[in-house]
């Protein structure tokens, strides 16, 4: 491992370029000020930059390995996207400088939300929300908000299948509302009767992903839909799995009234080692009003086109704001750039090579042994494989696969999630990647199984060749070492 | 097509194996009248080269304006090392590091961001960020009534000088979860908490911004201790650059303040039109089980050496689904992995340098502005790098007419705080030279002495 940056420090060491110089006294009370010297690094330029280098290098990342996360859509991030958004004219805006001196900028976030319509059948699109679990909070709170305005205050249940990620119910809990979980079918669909006995004048709404976390297509979709609206419930579509049917399939048409994206997983802006990431939303006709601010707008006069933001006074009944500005603009301009590279000709081959790349992978998997999750399915741009039969026969379990794909140069798979398939691996290989890249992946797989099938070989103990060895997670958990105190572990 | 590698040789040879005729076959589970032809709105797509010149025209649109703006969001220097190591690939296309052996460059950094933000607030722990200020406030806000389980009135109380919009944001994230927000009175001759300290709210928290929303500084000690007398939990919302100078949170008052929190952006991240930032927060050691977001902890592989992983998970929506701490799932890694760099770069000495080369800048620019006809402080007391002006006319066209010669004056408080009058909150970071502060009192003294004339 790497030494700490403190452990580097010598006193008196500084990058001194960055120094803005001695400043004169300053007209500050003695009371107001700090006496303790907090422990920050003191290091020249040089060694911050070997430093850092050197901890990007203990990294897996899209740039350098294969990277078939599940549901996490680890595609390519075209460089061009963040060299165009760090333009010093986007860049250095204030997020509260005049509209006169942002038009570049609200020019292509009305234009963003304008593709982001078009691209997921929706009426509107805000798009503040930070994350994907923020968007969910914003569709939750405006469903919640449309109920209230109609005076339906009895509605606080969400229904939630048991394969839905954690942030749907957790969201919904936010929101205040009570979370009713819903089973689904033994082919990856949900289960519809039990749908039926659900909903009722509590329903407030469902929250659904589509293909779902199963890495299938949820065929009854539009049964769903007016098994939900029938009631009187609203139906949120969780967008984490956009790639899949991107410019093949809208969710508005399918009959969901709110969707997030995650602009960093289908329109590729940077994952960052866990953010940012930017969860706009859309919105069918009956959610307009209560679309979370602010939002871009754009009106002409005289052929000329000027942008401006929609704030409290446009929209009245709006949720409210969610972030202290706009929300994460950097990443918006990136999935700005991405989405105009891709265009209308492009949009739906995304959806098309990632099922391709998954279809082909599931197939190959298949035919090296191992068991599909839902055979009989075909795999939408991710799917599962579960090792419940290698784990009992020859003590391989998806965990150990996940660590000894790592020797192989190959990041791991999603692992146990969803939580239905015991022993399970989500795969997702993303369109960017090349049939060799997945024969290669499929190779390590095998050789993987085989020595664990014939040989006896135990991978409890792998990685070996990462720049660490299996970690100890309890006890991270139980001896809490959560920052560097050369006198005390904290 | 831009980014898809595959060949037509590539494509019949993954369709044999599939056993599909063509691709559309793949799609064969969707119910056929979903299926879409074309998209109606979309434009066709562009070349590297054709959006490059796309982006540079609506950038410079945009121009390079001279920025007295604040409020939330500072204009500092960013060492350019921060973003070259930053947008690495290895950091920038990495994902969350939940493989913990692939991932330690991340996690490292993480726990080394960690150690940062505990030391500048004095207080224990921290977590791996969150989205950005003002959510950071909601979510400590949550917390403080997940740790003060004793009073269940739901109240939080604010400081006058706690920024509007986070009061806004926390009431939009946490409002339907029962808790209200209530203001306490402002002196008007400070901008700080004013009057006689009403004990009858019997608030779950007090939150004190500091500096205040008006760059103003509270007597941190006297509300801490007067909180933690009733009960409060005491979150401290402070600007990371001020920390160089002013007190720490953890050593507000008798005991300290319990949670800090707060908006990342001053160190090193650009202001890109409001993101992407990051928030961080920080507390006591007996709270960080009630902490929302990712935490890095230090523990030992298999050959007993050092590393590192996410820890606590129990407390996050993926475990615990709808019994989390919150459903926050991201911290903006990046952000903080460039912010990191920064703190590496100017360490304590530095940051203290950025912090009073600002807070005499604006001292400047005020003397200078304040030597103009018409134009006075409306507080008294001390500053960081921020202060209010009132006008002897309205703040927006003054604002326009300077937009007009390229000078972003400052902030308008007249939405927020109307009875301040034509009050304008004005900023200079170390990025202001003395030819800046010139332009702007020039300008200044040019537009008032205009708009006399005219009105005359």
Redesign the interface.
Known sequence: ??K???EKSRTGR??F????????D????E?????????????S?LQ??R???????????????F?P?GS?T?????R?C?A???????????????V??????L??MFELQ??L???TGMQGVSLTP?????G??AGI?MI?AYHDARGDHERNEIIVPDAA???N????????CD?RELPTGSDGDINIEALKAMVGPKTAGIMLTNPSTLG??E?R??EVAKIVHGAGGLLYYDGANLNA?I????PG??GFDVIHMNLHKTF?T?????????GAIGVGDRLLPFM?IPVVAAATIDGKTTYDWLTEDDLPQS?????????????LLRAY?Y????????????A??A???A??LQ??LRDAGFELAFPD??ASHEFIITLKRDAKTFDLTAMDV??AL?DHNY??PTTY?PLLVDECLLIEPT?????ETLDGFVAAMIAIATEAREKGVSFK?A?YK????????V???R???????PDKR? | MPFIPHTKDDVIEMLAAIGADDIGALFDEIPAELLIESLDRMPVGLSEMDITRLMHVRAARDGTPLCFIGAGAYEHHIPTVVWDISTRGEFYSAYTPYQAEASQGTLQTIYEYQTMMTGLTALDVSNASMYDGASSLAEAALMAVRCNRKKDSGCILLAPGVNPTYEKVAVAIAGRQRITFERLPMDETTGNVGGDLDDSADPVAVVIQQPSFFGTLEDVDRLTNWAHQQGALVIAIVNPTSLALLKAPGHWGEDGADIACGEGQPLGVPLSSGGPYFGFMTCKKKYVRQMPGRIVGRTTDLDNQPGYALTLQAREQHIRRSKATSNICTNQGLMVTAATIYLSLLGFDGLAQVARRSQQNVTRLAGRLTAIEGVERLFEGPHFHELVLRLDRPVAAVLDALAHRDILGGYNLAEFYPELGNALLICATETKTEADIDAYATALAEIFENGSRRSA
């Open positions: 491992m790497e700490l940056i403190f500084r990058a370029a960055q120094s803005p110089g001695e400043s004169e300053i007209n500050i009370p009371s107001f000020l700090r006496v303790d010297r907090p422990q920050l690094p003191e290091a330029e911050v930059v430093h850092f280098t050197r901890l990007s290098q203990m990294n897996f990342s899209i740039d350098t390995q990277y996360l996490c680890m595609k390519y991030n075209p061009a963040n165009l958004a760090m333009l010093p004219g986007f860049a250095g805006r204030h997020p509260l400088g005049p006169s001196h942002g038009q570049g900028f020019n292509c304008e593709m319509k078009d691209v930070m994350a994907g679990a923020q969910e909070l709170s919640c990620h954690g942030t119910p957790a969201t919904a809990t936010m929101c205040g979370v299938v297509f065929r979709i539009i049917i410019g093949k399939v809208r048409d399918m590729s940077p994952h960052g080692g866990g953010g940012p990431g930017s979370p949720i409210g704001r969610l972030s202290g500005f706009m929300g994460n603009a950097g990443v750039v989405m105009r590279m891709v265009g209308r000709e492009g949009m739906h081959r995304l098309e090579y099922t391709l790349n279809n082909y197939v190959r399915r075909r996940a660590k790592l990041h791991a999630f369109e960017t990647e090349s049939k103990e990685p990462m720049p660490v060895r299996r970690l100890d997670d006890k991270a958990a001896q809490l070492d959560l920052a560097y105190r904290l």
